[in-house]
């Protein structure tokens, strides 16, 4: 790269003496270069002149044009490198459940771009159980997952956002008529679920909310996506306890009813899941998310 970029002095001033004195070099170390430049070349880049004048052959001005490209490209992986080390550039590929499509996820993100516009954004949807296992097998950088994990995984979780269940119930359920329920008001409905595979913290979380209130759910179909539970519920294939940050994107044959006497230990919420070797823009983006949703 040092001898393309000495080839473009000289073509820039077409003599050796000016050429040599911007470089900051002797003249005769410059002729050298530039002689074994156009040895390796197979051809003759300059037309000697007198006094050191020189100008471009054809394939001179052919070289010129492509050396320019080259020294502009090796600048930018330059660039690109450090900015990615530092963790201002590059890729940072995040993993992330459905239900923080409503409000949570768009916030960090604009938060995040804020702070760290150059670096390019990857987002992949999947369950908090895939995403575990995505980012411990370094597929993807950082997740954004429902807690309880439940899940074996050598990463690190930085709490979020702590929610509690609300009741989701179709329109025309007799619930609708209550402004609020109590877990008891739901023993009697079938139940859309959770399956316990792909969404084992809300399936182990919704279970336990139903139990402590003295009950087994009459389970009339399971899911795992929230979404999909919430569809499910505007078919009118039953109720489900679902976050209440769904509330914020309400589904238009769903209601959404508070539920005061639900159990704190039923609690659920949304944390980031970080791997132990994490790559650089990661820690931008996790400072991004506590900005915006910090547990007190």
């Known amino acids: 790269m040092k001898r393309i970029r000495q080839f473009m002095v000289l073509a820039q001033t077409l003599n050796f003496r000016r050429a040599a004195e911007r470089l900051h070099m002797a003249q005769p170390p410059l002729t050298v270069s530039i002689q074994k430049l156009e040895s390796d070349l197979g051809v003759r880049l300059f037309e000697r002149g007198g006094a050191g004048g020189v100008t471009l052959t054809v394939a001179g001005q052919a070289a010129l044009v492509e050396a320019r490209r080259l020294l502009f490209h090796n600048s930018q992986l330059i660039a690109t490198v450090q900015a990615t080390a530092a963790g201002t550039g590059g890729c940072l590929r995040i993993g992330f459940v459905g239900s923080t499509t409503h409000g949570v996820l768009q916030r960090i993100v604009r938060q995040f771009r804020a702070d760290f516009p150059a670096v390019q954004l990857v987002l992949k949807e999947a369950t908090s159980v895939q995403i575990a296992d995505r980012v411990e097998r370094g597929e993807l950088d950082v997740g954004?997952?429902?807690?309880?994990?439940?899940?074996?995984?050598q990463v690190r979780l930085k709490p979020l956002l702590t929610e509690r269940f609300v009741a989701a119930v179709p329109l025309g359920n007799a619930l609708t008529?209550?402004?609020e329920l109590r877990m008891d008001m739901l023993a009697g409905e079938p139940f859309v679920f959770y399956t316990r595979g792909d969404a084992a913290g809300l399936q182990a979380m919704a279970m336990l909310a139903c139990q402590q209130a003295?009950?087994?759910p009459r389970i009339a179909q399971?899911?795992?996506?929230?979404?999909?539970?919430l569809s499910l519920v505007e078919s009118g294939l039953g109720v489900a306890l679902v976050p209440s940050i769904m509330q914020n994107s309400p589904n238009p044959g769903v209601a959404y009813r508070a539920i005061h006497d639900i159990a704190p230990a039923a609690d659920i919420g949304l944390a980031l899941l970080v791997p132990e070797m994490a790559n650089p823009a990661v820690p931008g983006f996790q400072e991004a998310a506590l900005k915006c949703f910090a547990v007190g």
């Open 144 to 153: 954004l997952v429902r807690t309880p994990l439940m899940a074996s995984a």
């Open 177 to 179: 008529a209550h402004a």
């Open 214 to 216: 003295g009950f087994l």
């Open 222 to 229: 399971e899911a795992t996506q929230v979404q999909t539970v």
